[in-house]
């Protein structure tokens, strides 16, 4: 093996730091920027003539995130756990601290979203012709717009960690 390369991940063996500093750091990267392209969709599509097909994409999309919002955590903290810097280094980071209380914040604002989106969706399922209105709509377009605005002070602190 060359100086300074990391080999294959096998599956069942324990990784070492550096593997799991890549792989856990990877993962937890792409994860944001899948909630981030996630969030964009959901603003493309919650417009005011918002019709029934938007609104069973809007709910994909709002699940897809939901998702995302369970996978970031556990691989974050998996990160700080299991990687090279270790939980000693997070804990005692304010950045890191302060990171997650922003976090906190984003995953409230789409827990809203979420369960507004999930109304109109059943509301669709019992009247295919059903769509919210269009101050509802415009409602829950702020409040994902709120998120992604607070979406950026989690990716600066996340540098900052």
Not at 26 to 50: K, N, Q, R, S, Y
């Amino acid at each position: 093996m060359a100086c300074g390369s990391i080999g294959p991940v096998k599956l069942g063996a324990s990784m070492s730091h550096p593997q799991a500093d890549l792989v856990l750091a990877v993962a937890h990267h792409l994860l944001a920027f899948c909630f981030a392209g996630t969030l964009a969709f959901e603003i493309a599509v919650a417009t005011p003539d918002l019709t029934a097909p938007g609104i069973r994409r809007l709910a994909r999309a709002a699940a897809c995130g939901g998702v995302l919002w369970i996978a970031l955590p556990a691989v974050g903290f998996s990160r700080a756990v299991l990687a090279a810097k270790g939980w000693d280094f997070y804990s005692a980071n304010p950045f890191f601290w302060a990171a997650l209380a922003a976090f906190a914040a984003v995953l409230l604002l789409a827990i809203v979203t979420a369960v507004e989106i999930g109304r109109w969706r059943r509301d669709t399922k019992k009247f295919a012709t059903s769509t919210p209105c269009r101050e509802d709509v415009l409602a829950v377009r702020r409040l994902l717009w709120l998120e992604a605005a607070a979406l950026a002070p989690v990716l600066v602190l996340a540098v900052c960690v």
